[in-house]
């Protein structure tokens, strides 16, 4: 008889866990996390186990009397799969407990904002991911929640946005980060403003898609949730579409996986499997992207075909000092204003740019190994505050001089 040992049991019905970790917390703590992203989430060093953990394709598994004790029960409840990649995640953003996957970013976002207690006050960035903003409008227009947005790079108006605001109004229930904001890259002071949250009792979650873990990790800043759409730079081919959520709290850790559960925002093994084999090539993937974005970036803000640059890697971009102090590099995003084309407005000018592009591909997402350039405002959810000749660029892997080439030309074709 074929024996397996198993390493890890999680996600019953009654939202507890039990996981034995490849790695060690102390391991963890002492390796780099471009040495974790490779070696987290392995199957245990024993005779005969694989290298990469299986796909598990199961609905259900063998059990006997009342669930509990780490029993699995139900596909909807768990899936070892699952497991690897929750466990790197976790050990990535320095928290001592395993992160929770999900179908797409959108369904943690959704998990995220369930932690607001009916009628619970949300501040969030004016300049959000469009399916953050779009979602928590549609609660407060249900009014099941009060929305105040921010300009999230003003640490003093957020910190008066999440105090009382009149004698009959509440402090904030939740506080949402982006930094750097989507698409705008403004940079919050993600530490400040969590002790400012905290001081009036709100949860901080705070979308780290862009930065990543190996760039900024959010809970040593103070957050109490961090989120990510996997589909982006964790996973990493634009192939899979996934999101996850990751936290210390053991009590809100129990509450997201509750609602993981019941609502069955649940991942597909085969593309969590895919996004750990995406995740074990991040390291090397944000260190090319981040350099090759550097030299972009300088060489865009010198054209005169733009208007203006966002990249909180140049030294005259506003939030730059801001970046430096909690972040490892400014990440792979690019965001620039394309100066209108003689008889054309800038969207028009913008549209031409894309159009013009051969090694660029014109779509949206980001953070997959090819770069990728979309002007923002064609998505009619995207906030009427972002310009309309706002270009978004995401640096993949490609050779620089090869990517800046295709750029120029086409920049050059825009004819002032």
Not at 79 to 106: C, H, I, M, R, V
Not at 112 to 121: H, K, R, Y
Not at 374 to 388: I, L, M, Y
Request: aromatic share 6%.
């Amino acid at each position: 008889m074929l024996h397996l040992r198993v390493t890890a049991f999680r996600g019953t019905a009654d939202g507890q866990y039990a996981f034995t970790m490849s790695l060690s917390e102390q391991q963890a703590a002492a390796l780099s996390a471009e040495t974790v992203v490779v070696a987290a989430g392995r199957p245990p060093r024993e005779r005969d186990q694989p290298v990469n953990h299986p796909v598990v394709l199961s609905s259900t598994y063998f059990g006997t009397g009342a669930l509990g004790d780490g029993d699995r029960g139900y596909g909807r409840y768990s899936n070892p799969t699952w497991d690897p990649f929750e466990e790197a995640l976790g050990q990535l953003e320095g928290s001592k407990l395993p992160g929770l996957l999900y179908s797409s970013g959108l369904a943690a976002v959704s998990s995220a904002l369930s932690l607001i207690p009916p009628g619970g006050v949300l501040v969030m960035p004016a300049h959000s991911y469009s399916g953050s903003l779009v979602m928590a409008s549609e609660l407060a227009q249900k009014e099941f929640v009060e929305l105040r947005t921010v300009d999230i790079a003003d640490t003093d108006a957020v910190k008066a946005a999440l105090a009382p605001n009149g004698p009959n109004a509440r402090a904030a229930s939740m506080l949402w980060l982006e930094s750097p904001t989507n698409p705008m890259l403004g940079i919050a002071d993600v530490q400040a403003l969590t002790a400012a949250a905290h001081a009036v009792g709100a949860i901080v979650v705070t979308d780290n898609t862009f930065s990543t873990p190996l760039v900024q990790q959010p809970l040593a800043l103070g957050s109490d949730v961090v989120l990510h759409s996997v589909t982006k730079y964790l996973a990493g081919h634009s192939d899979v579409v996934l999101g996850a959520l990751v936290t210390s709290n053991a009590d809100i850790r129990s509450a997201l996986l509750h609602n993981r559960t019941i609502h069955g925002g649940i991942a597909g093994p085969f593309e969590a499997w895919l996004a750990l084999r995406g995740l074990r090539t991040l390291a090397l993937r944000i260190e090319r992207s981040q350099a090759s974005a550097m030299v972009l970036a300088e060489r865009l803000g010198a054209h005169p075909a733009i208007e203006s640059i966002r990249f909180p890697g140049l030294p005259a971009d506003p939030g730059h000092e801001r970046a430096k102090a909690q972040m490892k590099g400014f990440g792979s995003i690019i965001c620039v204003q394309v100066a209108p084309a003689a008889g054309l407005s800038g969207a028009d000018t913008a549209d031409k740019l894309v159009r013009a592009l051969q090694l660029w591909l014109p779509a949206t997402s980001l953070g997959g190994v090819e770069s990728l350039i979309e002007r923002r405002r064609r998505h009619t959810a995207e906030p009427v505050s972002v310009p309309e000749n706002l270009v978004r660029l995401s640096v993949g892997i490609e050779n620089v001089e090869d990517l800046w080439a295709d750029l120029k030309r086409a920049l050059d074709s825009l004819g002032g």
